[in-house]
């Protein structure tokens, strides 16, 4: 035993134990002991099944719609054609009313990218549908027809249940088709997707390959074309890439993907909010100018206190850069929008801010760090019950695979955190209460690795942290 008498030797291991107890209480929540079966992220090639062109002359792919206004009474369909334009027309019918078919006339755009030239890409919005009510709708008019359907939302009001599906940074690998086909088997259908940023990845491809762009929307469209994804732009959206003359970002991503951000007094399709249901969405861009005077600042500025609780209980923000982040990648990239803007969402009591980028998961505890005014030495994250949990979804499963190293120890905001693939799903029940689960790839349908039930912040402000009963 050398240095210790057996008696002082079991005080020093009690002692030792005292110590990494205290080392347990004084870390955050949950680092997953998870072990994952180490699989190839690689991209499917373009061969494969997900990538089919549909058959047909100038049969409309990459079928894809979005809410068309702030209520959801207008939904964006968008689609592309490959050997000529073709009819911008989309025709469409309630269920309830099969023999009164209905045309809304859309547009088409081109574009070039280096050498790449685009499909005709079709934009169509549909408005004045029905509340809660399935649509059948068919695109390629006079030549090779398809038809889709979707259901619009209920009417805006504060006890309206809806259930919101979670994806971010999902890229088109193997990966990110188990990823969808997990979010599609799931039990809880989720009725509408926030994606959080960070679509195709063509980016990372020689002269960033906009074929990619074409093959992803072909990939997502057994979704998309059913039920609205909300957009974010993510980094791999930009597509900045002055080396071969493309000096206008986001390019390709505003060619293709369309918004109704005007219709929330926005000046630019990266910024914007919806109603929907019970929930206001709002949508903010990391990667477009947020500092003051910006246009995005005093878009956010006016728009915050618009927000009507009473009408939307459930005010969820989208961005693609984490604020919260314990992983060791993409450090401090969110810091300076949080500085920015943190202490907004504390006073208008967002209830939570889904964020990707980091391709992981973690969700935070409710916490803001807004005290620090340069002088004072106070910057360090404190529990608030104002202040949103903060959830990074970046775990689609695209080709730049899992960031698995952490900060150690784990911070006392993170609530939870695992390097796996997944989706989560916001199942709102009512103006206090909200289901939120976190599926990881691996597991069956049924199956959540990490749960919470959300209050609201404006209802039923309570502590309804994982962690706080210890
Ligand atoms: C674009 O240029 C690259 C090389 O610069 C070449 O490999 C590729 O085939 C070209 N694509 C088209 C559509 O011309
Ligand atoms: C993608 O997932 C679907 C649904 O599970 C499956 O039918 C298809 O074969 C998969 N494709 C690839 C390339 O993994
Ligand atoms: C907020 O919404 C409620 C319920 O729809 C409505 O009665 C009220 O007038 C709205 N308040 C404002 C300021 O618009
Ligand atoms: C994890 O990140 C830290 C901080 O950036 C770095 O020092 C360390 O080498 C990384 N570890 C591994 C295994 O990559
Ligand atoms: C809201 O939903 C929760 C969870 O389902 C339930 O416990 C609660 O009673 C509901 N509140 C009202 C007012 O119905
Ligand atoms: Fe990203």
């Known amino acids: ?21 205290i080392a347990v209480f004084c870390n955050g929540g949950k680092t997953s002991t998870f072990v994952r079966k180490v699989e190839k992220t690689n991209d499917m090639p373009l061969d494969s099944d997900v990538f089919q062109v549909p058959h047909g ?17 207008a939904v964006i369909v968008s689609w592309v054609t490959v050997e000529e334009p073709g009819s911008s027309k989309v025709l469409y019918w309630s269920e309830w009313h099969r023999k009164q078919k209905k045309v809304a006339e859309g547009k088409f755009t081109t574009y070039k990218f280096y050498n790449y030239t685009s499909g005709y890409i079709h934009h169509c919005t549909i408005r004045n549908l029905e509340f809660n ?60 997707v926030l994606f959080v940023g960070d679509l195709s990845y063509a980016d990372t491809y020689p002269n960033h390959d906009n074929a990619r762009w074409d093959a992803w929307g072909r990939f997502v469209e057994r979704s998309t074309a059913y039920q609205p994804w909300i957009w974010t ?27 109704p951000y005007k219709a929330s007094g926005s000046t630019a399709p990266f910024w914007y909010s919806i109603k929907r249901a019970s929930a206001h969405i709002i949508v903010l861009a990391s990667y477009s100018a947020y500092g003051k005077y910006t246009p995005q600042y005093r878009w956010l500025k006016d728009e915050l206190p618009k927000v009507n609780r009473s009408e939307t209980p459930w005010l969820i923000v989208l961005m693609h850069s984490p604020w919260y982040n314990s992983y060791n990648y993409h450090y ?9 803007y943190e202490e907004w969402f504390v006073i208008y009591k967002v209830d939570v801010v889904f ?29 608030d019950q104002s202040a949103p949990v903060y959830i990074t979804i970046g775990d689609g499963g695209n080709l730049e695979g899992l960031a698995t ?32 689960g976190w599926h990881r790839n691996q597991d069956g349908n049924a199956v959540e690795a990490d749960s919470m039930w959300f209050s609201n912040r404006h209802w039923h402000q309570v502590d309804d942290s994982t962690t706080s009963s210890q």
């Open 57 to 73: 002359y100038n049969a409309p792919q990459q079928v894809h719609i979005t809410q068309g206004d702030q209520v959801g009474k």
């Open 1 to 21: 035993m050398g240095l210790f008498g057996s008696s002082s030797f079991v005080v020093f291991l009690l002692g030792l134990v005292l110590l990494l107890n």
């Open 355 to 383: 964020a990707g980028h980091v391709h992981a998961y973690e969700r935070s505890e409710r916490v803001s760090n807004i005290a620090y005014n340069v002088v004072n030495g106070i910057c360090s994250p404190v529990k």
């Open 405 to 436: 190293n952490m900060t150690e120890p784990q911070p006392a905001y993170s609530a939870y955190r695992e390097a796996s693939f997944g989706h989560a799903i916001f199942d709102i029940k009512n103006r206090t209460h909200a289901y939120y």
């Open 332 to 340: 401090m990239e969110g810091e300076t929008m949080r500085v920015m």
């Open 233 to 259: 732009a993510g980094n791999h959206e930009i597509d900045f890439a002055p080396e071969i003359g493309e000096t206008k970002p986001f390019k390709p991503y505003t060619k293709r993907y369309h918004m």
């Open 133 to 192: 009510t399935k649509y059948y709708y068919v695109v390629g008019v006079g030549h090779t027809e398809r038809k889709f359907w979707f259901t619009t939302p209920p009417e805006v009001g504060p006890d309206v249940p809806y259930t919101f599906g979670l994806i971010g940074d999902l890229g088109q690998s193997f990966d990110s088709n188990r990823t969808l086909t997990h979010y599609e088997s799931n039990l809880q259908k989720g009725q509408t």
